[in-house]
């Protein structure tokens, strides 16, 4: 902004006196800015085709607040939660995603789309040159550069053209409301309003409710398909991932699909090799049966399935960030960034040689949260 300037600058009283337009002369003159070409849009005021064309980009920040308000009440009240295939439900759960992001996309489309034409239509035509200069700005370049702002705003008419101002303002409030809520929407619904729920973060598909019995379920990919596990059907030194299953639930095509649907259910069972040495955790020293044992396969950094496993060293490795946990050792973390143990499922065989959960996991299972003490 700043370089040479001319010997003759106006002194701080005649610049306080200066109007505007004067003000906006002597900084283009001050900045070596020449004006090639310089055209107002609409030299004649409040003609037809500059409503129209008001009118044109009003449309747009309207759109925009309305695809704000739909982005806002579709997060609010969309049928959010898994619904099973081949229901209404499902449908309407599956349109979930594509309507925010359409919703919330359209929104800034739209508000983006407002802006450009509003600069295409109404600020004045201008091709200026400016030479570049070196160094800080002087108070009368500051003082200049001000009044060409405040000039080139009440020349493109924004002053006057308040259905643009109130549909841009419009606009942009819905679409910021939209973006607020978006990471403040989690919050909304408390997660600790009844811990003792089952759908608590504290408690996973495992709990049982009024004493019923919790099977061990192996997955064969038919939701289906109930196969409940004895001791001998898992070999030595391999592995299953299983899921709960009650009686109740037998004929319940819901429920059997939501119990391999939910995210802390799943469950590595192992088995390891006779004679293998193991470390058990204080105070879980019977959680296992025989040489079976039971993990959350959610691992304890950010939450994906853990189950690449190395029987030999007794490593499982997470494949989102390589941590890796010791199943000969309580599930302890060896390599990563997980900082828990994998928490373990203490289980046990019915009196009909069923392997079974004897009660939910004693700790919450996945990542940390705020509520957890470690
Ligand atoms: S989620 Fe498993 S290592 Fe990050």
């Not at 419009?170 to 309003?193: E, I, K, M, S, T």
């Not at 499982?316 to 060896?334: A, I, M, T």
């Not at 009196?351 to 470690?374: C, H, M, N, T």
Request: hydrophobic letters at 40%.
């Amino acid at each position: 902004m700043s370089g040479e300037k001319p010997d003759n600058l106006p002194s701080e009283a005649e610049l306080a006196d200066m109007s505007r337009d004067e003000l906006v002369r002597l900084g283009t003159k001050l900045d070596d800015v020449e004006l090639v070409h310089y055209e107002e849009r609409w030299p004649v005021k409040g003609t037809r085709a500059e409503k129209r064309a008001e009118r044109s980009v009003a449309l747009w920040f309207l759109i925009a607040a309305l695809s704000g308000l739909a982005f806002l009440a579709a997060f609010l009240f969309w049928p959010w939660k898994y619904e099973t295939p081949n229901t209404d439900a499902h449908f309407l759960f599956s349109l979930y995603t594509p309507i925010i992001g359409l919703t919330l996309g359209l929104s800034i489309t739209a508000l983006g789309v407002g802006a450009l034409l509003y600069t295409k239509k109404f600020l004045p035509e201008e091709l200026a040159v400016q030479q570049r200069h070196e160094g800080g700005s002087s108070e009368v370049d500051k003082a200049t550069v001000v009044a060409e702002l405040a000039d080139a705003g009440e020349r493109s008419g924004l002053g006057r053209r308040s259905l643009i101002k109130r549909t841009a303002g419009l606009g942009a409030g819905v679409f910021g409301l939209g973006v607020l809520v978006l990471p403040l929407g989690g919050l909304v619904r408390n997660p600790w309003a009844d811990s003792d729920s089952k759908d608590s973060l504290w408690h996973t598909g495992w709990k049982s409710e009024n004493g019923e019995k919790v099977y061990l379920r192996n997955y064969t990919g038919d939701p289906h398909e109930v196969q409940l596990l004895r001791p001998e059907d898992i070999e030595a030194g391999g592995f299953l991932t299983v899921f709960p299953f009650r009686e109740s639930e037998r004929n319940d095509e819901h429920a059997l699909i939501m119990a391999t649907k939910r995210a802390d259910n799943p469950v590595m069972l192992l088995r390891f090799r006779p004679g293998q040495q193991i470390v058990k955790r204080a105070g879980q020293e019977d959680f296992n049966y025989g040489d079976i044992y039971a993990y959350s396969k959610v691992c304890t950094h950010l939450g994906c399935p853990a189950s690449l496993y190395e029987q030999q060293t007794g490593l499982l490795l997470c494949p989102c960030h390589q941590s890796q946990f010791d199943v000969f050792h309580y599930g302890k973390p060896r390599f990563g960034p997980a900082t828990r143990a994998l928490p373990q499922l203490p289980i046990t065989v019915d009196e009909d040689g069923y392997l079974i959960a004897r009660s939910d996991f004693i700790e919450a299972v996945g990542p940390a949260f705020w509520e957890r003490k470690s």
